[in-house]
């Protein structure tokens, strides 16, 4: 494992941050051909699907192991898509390899492994509170052999250039709130499949699979055939996959956190406030470096200890852990990077580093997978019950 962190430490180094300029500036055009090439690269090295198993082409790494790819891999916005294991479409190939039929595998599961097409996944909406993912207005009907889905999506990350969204819809709505939906495939050249406009995040609105999408779902049919699993089921399969999802944003997170503290160290030690006299030399300064070292070490034990327990005992042992480290890590990452950005003054708040994109994009790690006070409420009503109190 050491000489493949070794080995994946220098491929990020040497050959994907020297491609942050063009993707921070948003030369996309620029930066795609950029990245194919990496990817090729990527397959050649064995570095390619670290959290598919083998049998599928992947690396097949334990999640404990591939946390910490995920932490390498986290320095850099462009890391994971370089090895194809990029939010949603990782998850996406979870759900396929356990829930797909062979035919689903086959026309979808196959080329997104191989990174020939990219998807999307479509569950928030902007009417309802995504902090209860049972409370969904998407509908998928029956209408003969088919399903006619009709619904209204925002924040379907990497939407742009897709070839096909996994939506939410329900499909009982008289069913038990955890039962009332399934998950369904729906090529993104249905008709009926609208892709309104990319939904702007703190003023940028991205392109390709760097970008969330606003979509219509109106009167779009499509194959009951295309239903992952069986219906009602879209609920506990979303389930499934936020576990292992979660400990991938975590280590993510550490990643960013990690480089942060390299830049902030750098500025710190170059930067001068007058002929002689560095940043590095302020108490303050020195004060955030000792902080921001602690927290970053500590979020890394506590994650790496949940991916172990998930792999030895299951994600549902670990659903206190999960929760824990879900809104720990989010708080640790916003102080790091709120920090590394002071200590750069102005240029903290350009596209000169990466602090900046970060510092957009990944403030939602407070929200998205359940928002930081869900999953307090949630830790602390498991705790406590523990003791004999029951909170509703």
């Not at 993104?188 to 702007?200: K, Q, Y």
Request: hydrophobic letters at 40%; proline letters at 5%.
């Amino acid at each position: 494992m050491q000489l493949l962190l070794r080995t994946l430490e220098a491929f990020v180094r040497e050959e994907i941050i020297p491609l942050e300029r063009p993707f921070l500036h948003h030369n996309f055009d620029t930066l795609e051909p950029l990245l194919k090439e990496k990817r090729q690269q990527a397959k050649a090295l064995g570095l390619w699907l670290p959290q598919i198993p083998e049998l599928y082409g992947g690396m097949g790494l334990s999640l404990f192991d591939h946390g910490l790819v995920s932490e390498v891999l986290g320095r850099t916005p462009l890391g994971h898509c370089v090895l194809n294991c990029q939010a949603p479409d990782a998850g996406n190939m979870e759900i396929l390899i356990e829930h797909g039929t062979p035919e689903q595998k086959e026309r979808f599961l196959r080329p997104l492994l191989a990174g020939d097409i990219r998807s999307c996944f479509s569950m928030t909406e902007p009417e309802n509170a995504g902090s209860n993912p049972t409370w969904l207005s998407t509908t998928a009907v029956r209408d003969g052999d088919d399903y006619m889905i009709n619904g209204h999506k925002w924040f379907t990350t990497a939407a742009d250039g897709a070839a096909f969204a996994i939506v939410m819809a329900v499909t009982d709505p008289a069913a038990a709130r955890h039962q009332r939906a399934s998950m369904i495939i729906v090529p993104t050249d249905t008709p009926g499949f609208n892709v309104v406009e990319n939904t702007s995040v703190m003023g940028e609105r991205g392109q390709g699979w760097a970008s969330h999408a606003e979509i219509r779902y109106d009167d779009c049919r499509v194959r009951q055939e295309n239903r992952l699993g069986a219906e009602g089921m879209g609920f506990a399969i979303a389930q499934q996959r936020l576990g292992p999802g979660r400990i991938h944003h975590c280590m993510r997170w550490i990643g960013i956190c990690e480089r942060s503290f390299d830049l902030m160290c750098r500025q710190a030690a170059l930067r001068e406030l007058a002929p002689g006299r560095t940043l590095a030399q302020t108490g303050p300064v020195q004060n955030w470096v000792a902080e921001s070292r602690a927290e970053i070490d500590a979020a890394r034990l506590l994650v790496l200890q949940t991916a172990r327990k998930i792999d030895d005992e299951g994600a549902y042992a670990a659903r206190d852990e999960i929760s824990l480290i879900k809104f720990h890590v989010a708080g640790v990452l916003q102080r790091v990077l709120d920090r590394a950005i002071q200590v750069h003054g102005a240029m903290g708040l350009t596209d000169e580093t990466p602090l900046a994109f970060w510092y957009r994009h990944e403030r939602a790690a407070r929200i998205y997978d359940g928002p930081d006070e869900v999953h307090k409420w949630s830790v602390a009503r498991r705790i406590l019950g523990r003791y004999g109190q029951s909170i509703h």
